[in-house]
């Protein structure tokens, strides 16, 4: 009888362990060193092999921003002749920006177009694709702030030159007249307040008069 209980206990000290390993496996980080085959495979518990945290899960923001910062990177290594970053200038985010036009999904109409200022063409047209203002601002903004993380200084940062601001600006006016499209903030119109209940006049009106003082006690009529 004590045999068996101890067999069916090793027998679940077993499992446990085994189970204890898969889950030390598949919680390891990536970048732990291996070791030869010759050498001695380490110990689950060995504090060097044990992550303490997971790595930090970053938002779909901060990587988009850090596509955009590489991808302007590379632009500047490719550049003719090759163009360091402490020696950009507002005008190379232009040219930067007028290259990214050649990989734009928005149809921008010309003056000669027959559906130049309509919002929704019934017919295909031979008009260029342009990258779409709201796409162009807020990748201006990421690089912006990815500038000034990387190191730069804020007064020295090229993404917000007012020659950017302002081909932003024609950007947004050209593509909405010839799209049809207002960038204008609308406002909220506020509804109406009843403010006869509020006022102080109408609650006093609603009060009754106080009653009449009574006469002291003792005195005749």
Known sequence: MDLSFSH???????????????SFLLSCNTNITTTS??????????????TTSPPPCTSRYENQKRRDWNTFGQYLKNHRPPLALNRCSGAHVLEFLRYLDQFGKTKVHTH???FYGHPNPPAPCPCPLRQAWGSLDALIGRL?????????????NPF???AVRLYLREV???????????YEKKKRKRAPQNNSSLSPIGSIS?????PEPLPPPGCGG
Do not use: V, Y
């Not at 085959?37 to 044990?50: E, G, L």
């Not at 609603?206 to 106080?210: F, I, S, T």
């Open 160 to 162: 917000g030159a007012r």
């Open 172 to 182: 947004r006016d050209s593509q909405s007249k010839a799209r049809g499209i207002s």
């Open 8 to 22: 069916h206990t090793s027998n679940n000290n077993n499992n446990n362990n085994n189970n204890n390993t898969s």
């Open 206 to 210: 609603m009060m009754p008069p106080p």
């Open 144 to 156: 912006r702030a990815a500038f000034e993380e990387n190191g730069g200084k804020p007064e020295m």
């Open 37 to 50: 085959s010759s050498s001695p495979s380490p110990s689950p518990t060995s504090p060097s092999t044990i």
């Open 112 to 114: 000669l177009c027959p």
